[in-house]
């Protein structure tokens, strides 16, 4: 092992259920790898951040950068700034980033330039489309990776398509389904979570979440989404949980009257018990989310995905995914085809198997120790 450990870096609600895992099969077992928290502070609201702590029972984080919103500019900057000296003043041995967020590019630059080594985990997804700053986030990042961390066969392809070494590239499956797995028995019952909302569920219910800029930020392909999905609700009451983004458009392009006039009942962020149990539950989910799309193909959930790409394929190859975008006519055929033969059956694609993390723990001992050997020769 080397001198120092690794600094595990989250900053918004997507890679909070990555880390719980890794963090823990990280300080498991007799040669625990010393790893700290650090929190960018990119999502700071109590439903979008300290719940999820609470939920998943990852410890408290070991440093707080309370970065903030902005724009991407400013925010991925103001965290480059606060995660410097703290960088400085740890001396890890590497950081470990997650997921595709602000936060995870901001950190890994400020490692790489400092000789640092990157670890990505969930490395390689491609939707091909620059359009997303998550795309640019995910392609920078593994660019400047020393180990990358796959949860499907495809990244790896699209990995050497880039000039990344494949001997930097290890297919260890998914964390945030290890995270599903380790949580199902404590999901929270929908009934539960839908009691306030005034929804009549006895029939059943569908799930819907918005967030991406491309669906929430155009009132046009806002108020298309929320018409269809209206359509929908006629037929199954839609539960939907509100991004504080997708909250402040809704009202900003005065749309509320849409979701009154359709079956559509709005809830505040919910933690990830209850999202588990609200997924768990649904006859159907409409989603833009990455993460969803992996959840439900993991809870063979049909899944409706409200975008025009997925740079998760392997929910559509194998699991319960389709891709529809915005197309009005795509949405209600495939929320049709759920409603009268329950959509796709779809399998558990490789290593979602609940042991994503112990490989990377596995993995990470065997590279730290090949580390300290070059370090002290
Ligand atoms: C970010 C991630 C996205 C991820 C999503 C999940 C990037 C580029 N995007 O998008 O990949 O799927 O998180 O939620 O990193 N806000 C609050 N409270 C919070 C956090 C945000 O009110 O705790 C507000 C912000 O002020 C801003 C908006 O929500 O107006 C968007 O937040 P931001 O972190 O910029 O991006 P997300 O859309 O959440």
Same mark, same amino acid.
């Given at each position: 092992?080397?001198?120092?450990?690794?600094?595990?870096?989250?900053?918004? !609600?997507?890679? /909070?259920?990555?880390?719980?895992?890794?963090?823990?099969?990280?300080?498991?077992?007799? $040669?625990?790898?010393?790893?700290?928290?650090?929190?960018?502070?990119?999502?700071?609201?109590?439903?979008?951040?300290?719940?999820?702590?609470?939920?998943?029972?990852?410890?408290?984080?070991?440093?707080?950068?309370? $970065?903030?919103?902005?724009?991407?500019?400013?925010?991925?900057?103001?965290?480059?700034?606060?995660?410097?000296?703290? =960088?400085?003043?740890?001396?890890?041995?590497?950081?470990?980033?997650?997921?595709?967020?602000?936060?995870?590019?901001?950190?890994?630059?400020?490692?790489?330039?400092?000789?640092?080594?990157?670890?990505?985990?969930?490395?390689? @997804?491609?939707? /091909?489309?620059?359009?997303?700053?998550?795309?640019?986030?995910?392609?920078?990042?593994?660019?400047?990776?020393?180990?990358?961390?796959?949860?499907?066969?495809?990244?790896?392809?699209?990995?050497?398509?880039?000039?990344?070494?494949?001997?930097?590239?290890?297919?260890?499956?998914?964390?945030?389904?290890?995270?599903?797995?380790?949580?199902?028995?404590?999901?929270?019952?929908?009934?539960? +979570?839908?009691?306030?909302?005034?929804?009549?569920?006895?029939?059943?219910?569908?799930?819907?979440?918005?967030?991406?800029?491309?669906?929430?930020?155009?009132?046009?392909? @806002?108020?298309?989404?929320?018409?269809?999905?209206?359509?929908?609700?006629?037929?199954?009451?839609?539960?939907?949980?509100?991004?504080?983004?997708? !909250?402040?458009?809704?009202?900003?392009?005065?749309?509320?009257? =849409?979701?009154?006039? #359709?079956?559509?009942?709005?809830?505040?962020?919910?933690?990830?018990?209850?999202?588990? #149990?609200?997924?768990?539950?649904?006859?159907?989910?409409? +989603?833009?989310?990455?993460?969803?799309?992996?959840?439900?193909?993991?809870?063979?959930?049909?899944?409706?995905?409200?975008?025009?790409?997925?740079?998760?394929?392997?929910?559509?190859?194998?699991?319960?995914?389709?891709?529809?975008?915005?197309? !009005?006519?795509?949405?209600?055929?495939?929320?049709?085809?759920?409603? +009268?033969?329950?959509?796709?059956?779809?399998?558990?694609?490789?290593?979602?198997?609940?042991?994503?993390?112990?490989?990377?723990?596995?993995?990470?001992?065997?590279?730290?120790?090949?580390?300290?050997?070059?370090?002290?020769?």
């Amino acid at each position: 092992m080397p001198k120092g450990g690794i600094l595990c870096i989250v900053g918004a !609600r997507p890679n /909070f259920m990555k880390i719980a895992p890794i963090m823990k099969a990280l300080r498991a077992g007799a $040669a625990p790898i010393p790893a700290k928290i650090v929190h960018t502070g990119q999502h700071y609201d109590e439903a979008m951040n300290k719940q999820f702590f609470a939920d998943l029972g990852i410890p408290h984080p070991d440093i707080n950068l309370e $970065a903030g919103s902005g724009s991407h500019a400013v925010q991925t900057a103001e965290v480059m700034r606060r995660f410097e000296p703290v =960088l400085d003043q740890e001396q890890p041995s590497a950081i470990l980033v997650v997921g595709d967020v602000n936060s995870t590019i901001a950190c890994a630059l400020v490692a790489a330039k400092k000789g640092v080594a990157v670890i990505h985990v969930e490395a390689g @997804l491609r939707s /091909f489309d620059r359009g997303m700053p998550e795309e640019i986030n995910r392609v920078l990042t593994d660019q400047i990776s020393d180990l990358l961390y796959t949860t499907e066969r495809a990244a790896l392809t699209n990995l050497t398509r880039e000039g990344i070494d494949p001997a930097r590239v290890q297919f260890v499956g998914n964390v945030m389904i290890d995270t599903l797995h380790h949580n199902l028995k404590h999901a929270v019952p929908a009934a539960q +979570t839908l009691a306030d909302t005034g929804m009549d569920f006895s029939q059943g219910f569908g799930v819907l979440t918005l967030h991406r800029p491309s669906n929430v930020d155009h009132e046009e392909s @806002l108020r298309g989404l929320l018409e269809t999905v209206g359509q929908i609700s006629q037929r199954l009451p839609v539960a939907f949980p509100l991004h504080p983004r997708t !909250r402040g458009r809704i009202e900003h392009f005065k749309l509320e009257g =849409l979701l009154a006039q #359709g079956r559509i009942f709005t809830l505040p962020p919910v933690g990830y018990l209850h999202m588990l #149990g609200l997924m768990r539950e649904a006859k159907l989910v409409l +989603t833009d989310s990455g993460g969803i799309q992996e959840e439900t193909t993991a809870l063979g959930v049909p899944c409706i995905t409200l975008r025009e790409n997925t740079e998760r394929p392997v929910t559509v190859d194998e699991g319960t995914n389709i891709i529809v975008g915005q197309s !009005r006519k795509k949405i209600l055929a495939a929320a049709e085809e759920i409603f +009268t033969s329950g959509g796709k059956a779809g399998r558990i694609p490789e290593y979602w198997d609940g042991h994503a993390a112990e490989r990377i723990a596995a993995h990470l001992r065997g590279w730290l120790d090949a580390l300290g050997a070059r370090e002290a020769a």
